[in-house]
């Protein structure tokens, strides 16, 4: 089992930038993939960005390709998510999602079925 605690959500302007941390307790973090994922008011929960066992390979979702980066440090047991150029269109509760993995190298899902482990999630606001 793993637990996750979000943190590093606020309020923001278009063009700003955030950064948030998702810090894990129990057993093998560097066992799991860790995903970020977000939902807006009235829409699905969707995947922002992933992140395999080391480390090694990130995906992201278009919407937020070249401007979030996802990363990791085991040794802290921390996943990370810094966001920049923040829009307006970003504005969710943000969620970080733990999937165990046989073996590294094995891309994060972007399907949130395949996660067991869920933070309780952390409110980013973007304002034009």
């Not at 090694?56 to 937020?64: E, F, L, M, R």
Request: charged share 20%; glycine share 10%.
């Amino acid at each position: 089992q793993v637990q996750l605690v979000e943190s590093g959500g606020g309020l923001a302007q278009a063009g700003d930038s955030l950064r948030l941390s998702c810090v894990a307790s129990g057993r093998s973090f560097s066992n799991y993939n860790i995903a970020w994922f977000r939902q807006a008011p009235g829409k699905e929960r969707e995947f922002v960005a992933g992140i395999t066992r080391s480390g090694g390979i990130s995906t992201y979702a278009d919407s937020v390709k070249g401007r979030f980066d996802c990363s990791r440090d085991n040794a802290k047991n921390t996943l990370y998510l810094q966001m920049d150029i923040l829009k307006p269109e970003d504005t969710a509760v943000y969620y970080c999602a733990a999937d165990f993995v046989v073996a590294d190298g094995i891309y994060a899902s972007r399907s949130s079925g395949r996660y067991d482990h869920w933070g309780q999630g952390t409110q980013v606001t973007v304002s034009s």
